[in-house]
């Protein structure tokens, strides 16, 4: 397409602190939603109820019209769950769709400067704003269970007992959130200290600065007592995959110029 | 005091969907979310916006006026965050504290069984609802400034530049959020499958079924340009800990034992 496609700003969605770190690009947005392994939806209950409340759960981003749509255009967030949970019913019960907030966050590393007001986390976080809906076409809803399998580990779905029965498929529903706006937000680099602290020997003399990269380990697959196989390659080698790449991103985030905005 | 302390149940934080995975009690739930680098926190922002939103925080639980009290006792949630920051805009213009959920999770193992539907995680979730209101008390908002930094890395209040100056003071803000309720969820364990599949031979034949643990690993620490010293040990025994703790944690949760309502 040539050119890069935003989000609108709009005042709910638009980042006013930091305001270099924040990106409003299908694409960065649109992959850390999908490198969440769980997403937080916040939605309001009712009338009587004042407080949101927000549920962990299980989604990616994706096209069922256009399946080969990459990571930077327009796409539905597809969320997994139970058949008569809350929100589903809301959503159910909703004409123009339930609106929601859909949230991802990451911490790549932990940023000890020398005094805690300068402190910070290298981290990838995003946010989506939409309305949910139950998807009802049965050819969509097996397409985002499979999308969503995948995602907790890469050919999961083909490597298991599918298609789902006619019990699995009533009991699970998909929702799709029609996408209104979204923002991330995306701190690397290393420590970012006022100069009347860096100046200050006595504080520069005992005070230890720098980055502590952290990411998340998958371990060993331990079988289950029924099992009867041998660890299975997509199993093996997504594993190995991903303990490369989060340490990889996580390592690589310290070593970001920081830019000017922060260069104290 | 020879009793355990739980949450109110209450529409809005009661579950429904696998119960005997819940819990009330505040010792586990008020744990979750200390134990959390990154809490969800979700807001409405306003009657113009038909959206909930939800912003990444740091933050703890504690007592001022009772600083020993432990985890299983009637705690505060207590929130870090920039003074002109629209959640605190709302907090400081609302009467009775704005009212917001608190969201903790995290994911032990990822829980990999014969058919998509029965796959899961072994997680830790928590919610609390509640009313935040900003810290006006000089003398609390220092203390909590010190709980939440030693949250990060512990001993680094002491091992920094402190006290905050008055600028430093005047551009954080701490939140208190007087809770109303909460509640917990957690799944450890192995696979539970249904008989229509473990006793399909061509089934439990082709497909592999155990669980991933997963966890949170911290690398070795990066130091600044700037930085003039050794890793303090402060620094070097945290990152340890954590480590050793973390993995022994998702390794330990796999080998637990399903309740009866999940051995099919």
Not at 146 to 158: E, G
Not at 241 to 249: C, D, I, P, S, V
Not at 251 to 258: I, R
Request: with cysteine.
């Amino acid at each position: 397409m040539g050119r890069k496609l935003t989000y609108p700003k709009r005042s709910s969605n638009t980042v006013n602190r930091y305001k270099h770190r924040a990106t409003y690009d299908l694409g960065p947005i649109h992959s850390i939603i999908n490198d969440s392994k769980v997403l937080n939806v916040s939605f309001n209950p009712g009338a009587e109820d004042p407080f949101p409340t927000i549920l962990p759960m299980i989604g990616q981003m994706g096209s069922f019209d256009y399946p080969s749509a990459s990571l930077d255009e327009p796409l539905g967030c597809y969320l997994h769950g139970y058949v008569s949970s809350r929100i589903m019913n809301l959503a159910r019960t909703s004409a123009q769709g339930l609106p929601i907030c859909v949230a991802a966050s990451r911490v790549d590393g932990l940023v000890l400067s020398l005094t805690p007001n300068s402190h910070s986390y290298n981290y990838r976080s995003a946010i989506l704003h939409g309305y949910a809906q139950l998807v009802t076409d049965e050819q969509e809803k097996l397409w985002a269970m499979k999308l969503i399998t995948n995602s907790v580990v890469a050919d999961r779905w083909d490597n298991s007992r599918v298609p789902p029965d006619r019990a699995e498929m009533s009991s699970t529903v998909i929702l799709k959130v029609r996408v209104v706006d979204g923002s991330g937000k995306i701190r690397d680099g290393g420590v970012s200290d006022e100069r009347k602290d860096t100046e200050n020997e006595e504080v520069t003399g005992r005070v230890w600065t720098g980055v502590v990269p952290v990411w998340e380990t998958y371990g060993e697959p331990v079988p289950s007592v029924g099992n009867e196989m041998a660890v299975p390659e997509h199993i093996s080698s997504f594993v190995a995959k991903k303990n490369t790449q989060n340490r990889a991103l996580a390592e690589k985030a310290v070593s970001v110029a920081l830019p000017l905005e922060e260069q104290h």
